[in-house]
């Protein structure tokens, strides 16, 4: 057969433009959809299809338009009770780091291990308006945590999948699996996770709960919502710290009749930097 | 016949003395076998003790698989009925009440270093109190 330059071109050229356009009508025709849809899936589409669960950048509506199956535990902080009493924020973080042998650090250490903490308002919400603060909110602490995110960021950014989003929607710390790269400190937009540099054995001898594990140093770890103690039928250790008070409500937020959805309607509530799309499931009374 | 058959036989006869060093170096002797500690609050283990003696790592990490990626926390002994938690701190240290005495027995023994106890906190020893490790 004759091959000259001209014919070789062609046929590259045939070939180049089946090649490119080929995926994108397969791409359309099995998902049915036109041609605008398409491209606007495009930018998830590393987790097309193998994650159908998970919410695409699609904002807050779109996640409460329908009633989910499933557990997904959750927190209302009521910062008015918290104010009234400054000194539950610290009854409740004492709690949790008795609870989970949490070691003490100064404050504003480098090495400081914190599962829950109090920050200031500017820290806690920063898309917030900060002008002509009122006096409760400048002169109270807010009581902040890992907010067990819908849409975690790190558990897509853990290597070995030590952290993970468990069945019921908490965002749980394995361990055993943490290889401290850290990857997750850096993809958590709330400061939630501790480094342990430390060996926590030499920083806390005598554990001050004998019935939970200490770390290892070179892991990261931070709050679980108590997952053993749900597993027992008890609430989270800061939940039970703050006692009768409603300064902290726990429950399923996927059950329209738990105690969680009725406050939820009642107040008006904020999440912690909700343009991130993270769909924290702590929120707050201010 | 083997060309250098000489060289080849005390060759073989060095290297075989040489693998076999650990044994004849001990004089054919294991050492004393450990004798970990006997429990007496409980009369049965979560299975059999043949079994525990040859998996219970296998079953520890099982373990540690379904409580904290499953949410399975709970176990059921067959012979007694009873639930029990799985676990190595509220569960298998209630009975087997010191680790020098059951764990570290056999685990020095063949040299053996798990690292349950890096994080996991060990009953305190009723006779050396203060080393938690």
């Not at chain 1, 109270?140 to 069945?167: D, G, M, Q, S, Y």
């Not at chain 1, 300064?247 to 904020?270: C, H, Q, W, Y």
């Not at chain 2, 087997?96 to 056999?106: E, I, P």
Request: glycine share 8%.
């Amino acid at each position: 057969m004759d091959k000259n330059r001209r014919n070789f071109l062609k046929v590259a050229g045939i070939s180049t433009l089946a090649g490119l356009g080929a995926p994108a009508i397969v791409d359309r025709v099995i998902s049915g959809k036109g041609e605008g849809e398409v491209f606007a899936s495009g930018g998830a589409a590393g987790h097309h299809g193998a994650e159908p669960t998970e919410h695409h950048g699609e904002g807050n509506t779109e996640s409460h338009k329908e009633e989910k199956t499933g557990t997904r535990y959750g927190m209302v902080i009521d910062t008015r009770q918290f104010n009234a009493n400054p000194k539950l924020g610290v009854k409740c973080v004492d709690a949790c780091h008795k609870m989970h042998n949490v070691p003490e650090f100064p404050k504003g250490d480098k090495n400081e291990i914190k599962w829950i903490w109090l920050t200031n308002h500017e820290n806690a919400f920063p898309e917030h308006s900060q002008q002509f603060k009122d006096k409760d909110t400048a002169d109270n602490k807010v009581l902040v945590t890992c907010n067990h995110c819908e849409n975690p960021p790190c558990v897509r950014a853990c290597p070995t999948k030590a952290t993970f989003k468990n069945k019921d929607g908490i965002v749980m710390m394995d361990f055993h699996r943490c290889i401290g790269c850290r990857f997750c400190m850096a993809a958590c937009p709330y400061g939630a996770r501790s480094f342990n540099w430390l060996e926590p054995k030499t920083i806390l001898p005598t554990p001050t709960n004998p019935d939970y594990p200490r770390r290892m140093r070179g892991v990261v770890e931070k709050c679980n919502f108590c997952a053993d103690r749900l597993a027992l039928g008890e609430k989270p250790a800061c939940v039970a710290a703050a006692g009768h008070s409603g300064a902290m409500i726990f429950g399923d937020l996927n059950d329209p009749n738990s105690e969680i959805r009725k406050v939820l309607k009642e107040n008006f509530t904020i999440q912690r930097k909700p343009s991130l799309g993270t769909n924290p499931s702590v929120f707050y009374i201010v | 016949m083997i060309y250098n058959s000489g060289k080849i036989y005390t060759g073989l006869i060095i290297f075989v003395l040489f693998i076999t060093f650990p044994i004849w170096y001990n004089h054919l002797d294991a050492g004393t076998l450990p004798d970990p500690q006997k429990v007496e609050n409980a009369k049965e283990c979560v299975a059999p003790v043949a079994e525990m003696k040859a998996t219970h790592m296998q079953l520890l990490n099982q373990w540690r698989d379904d409580v904290l990626r499953d949410g399975d926390r709970a176990f059921n002994v067959e012979a007694d009925g009873k639930m029990y938690q799985k676990s190595l701190q509220k569960t298998c240290m209630k009975c087997h009440t010191s680790k020098k005495k059951f764990c570290d027995t056999c685990h020095e023994y063949a040299s053996v270093t798990p690292y349950c106890w890096d994080c996991h906190v060990a009953p305190v020893e009723p006779a050396a109190k203060g080393d938690m490790n």
